[in-house]
């Protein structure tokens, strides 16, 4: 059943401990929702959740909590909200970056002569404001030289990238003629002191299937 604590209606507790959200005492029906919120949390879980204290989880959060209200403190409260906003500013952000009259920031480190095209720039700037993303660009759209300015941010140094055996040197002319950044190529598989340098070319090899060796 549902807890009243003063004058309110609470379906459990929750709070903000060692970094991660806290939930006990979740009702079972407010626990059903919040596992179709996240599906990642088990079926067979009950009573006790943690999640993490990052912005898209704090959002979630708070749309849960206005269908499911928890006793929380004052200060917990403040910071889910400041949370929750945060995502959606970075949220607001990316879609300004998508639109075609974004100014995309300049970054220092390109050889005379080079330039980022808008829409690479657009695709830099998006993976640094999301942490991440799969570039689908279409052949000769110069997905490596997107690559190669999004490690002019120095955020991203050390930097390691990895690609097929046969595209490792490739890699290393396009970065080296595009960019002033060191760059080194990752040679065998023994262990070897590694230069200084902003990037750093790993290789992986494919293994063979077992029909294949038939």
Known sequence: MKVRWGMGVFYGIMELTNGRWKLTEVHPHAAIRLKQLFPRVALRQVGTFLFSN??????????????????????????LLKGSERFFEVQAHMENILKPDYVPITRAGLTPGQKIRHYQAQAIDLCLARGSLLLGDDVGLG?????????????????AVVVQPHLQEQWREKIESFTELR????????????????????????????????
């Open 143 to 159: 997905k490596t030289y997107t690559a190669a300015g999004m490690l002019l941010e120095p955020e991203t140094h050390p930097a």
């Open 54 to 79: 990052r912005s898209n989880i704090c959002a979630d959060l708070s749309w849960f909590i206005q269908r499911y209200p928890m006793r929380m403190s004052p200060e917990d409260k403040a910071r």
């Open 183 to 214: 760059v080194h190529k990752i040679k065998g598989t023994r262990p070897y002191l590694l230069p200084e340098a902003d990037v750093y070319l790993f290789n992986y090899l494919r293994q063979k299937s077992p029909s294949s060796t038939k």
